[in-house]
């Protein structure tokens, strides 16, 4: 059974530009977490779906940040436009149903590692 | 607010060498307690959990015992390999909206 999947692993792009993250969780999974990860630092979550419904972003900095999931399965995060300081990790994560946020077992993707120059 | 605070690493063993990776936390109500690990070039994975007090939670020779009077949540390893080397993170879930909240991870390398 295939796991999480992100895209693209990494990216270098120049302050002001923008990026995009792509989130592919696993079959069946409804609910889905981005989790942002700092150098040093743990994963802090910054939105989580259920299905198509962002039920918890009141960490998502919504001036710059924005995500979406539609049809309840993919997901993309977008910065727009980027600065310095949003180099990090950005990590994908799904569980089955509110279940799993409850039993807190959640399924990692490999993460994409962005760096802004 | 809820939070974890998880002993600095890196650590170092030598193959066959006790592990003790230390968490304490701060929560409000019951929380649930977790470790999670991620080997290298892979994803975050739950390693073992623990729901209530005085709760142990085993897995792959890894426990760690959920200590109420404490705060503590400190995973253990009586012999630990060299496949063991990983960052190890400690997490708990909150009584905001159930959020997940990781300690800073330490990572462990073990030698053969």
């Known amino acids: 059974e295939a796991g999480v999947v992100q895209s693209p692993r990494y990216k270098i792009i120049e302050k002001k530009q923008p990026v995009a993250f792509w989130c592919n969780p696993i079959?069946?999974?409804?609910?889905l977490y981005w989790y942002l990860q700092n150098l040093g630092q743990g994963p802090e979550l910054l939105i989580r779906?259920?299905?198509?419904?962002?039920?918890?972003d009141s960490q998502l900095p919504k001036d710059r940040f924005s995500a979406e999931r539609l049809k309840g399965v993919d997901s993309t995060l977008k910065i727009q436009p980027a600065e310095l300081g949003d180099s990090a990790v950005y990590l994908c994560?799904?569980?089955?149903?509110?279940?799993?946020?409850?039993?807190?077992?959640?399924?990692f993707g490999e993460g994409s590692r962005l760096t802004v120059l | 607010g809820d939070s974890v605070t998880q002993m600095e690493g890196p650590v170092t063993l030598s193959e066959e060498a006790f592990l003790t990776i230390n968490c304490t936390y701060t929560?409000?109500?019951?929380?649930?307690l977790f470790w999670y690990v991620q080997y290298p070039g892979e994803g975050l994975q739950l390693l073992l959990k623990a729901t209530k007090a005085d709760d142990k939670g085993s897995n792959k020779g890894f426990e760690a015992t959920y200590r109420k009077e404490t705060t503590s949540f400190h995973l253990e390893k009586g012999s630990v390999q060299v496949s063991d080397s990983a960052v190890y993170f400690c997490?708990?879930?909150?009584?905001?909206?159930?959020?997940?909240?990781f300690g800073r991870g330490t990572q462990l390398t073990v030698w053969p």
């Open positions: 929560a409000t109500g019951y929380p649930s």
């Open positions: 997490a708990l879930r909150g009584s905001t909206l159930g959020r997940l909240y």
């Open positions: 994560a799904s569980s089955l149903g509110t279940g799993g946020a409850k039993t807190g077992e959640l399924f």
């Open positions: 779906y259920e299905n198509e419904e962002a039920v918890d």
């Open positions: 079959s069946g999974h409804n609910t």
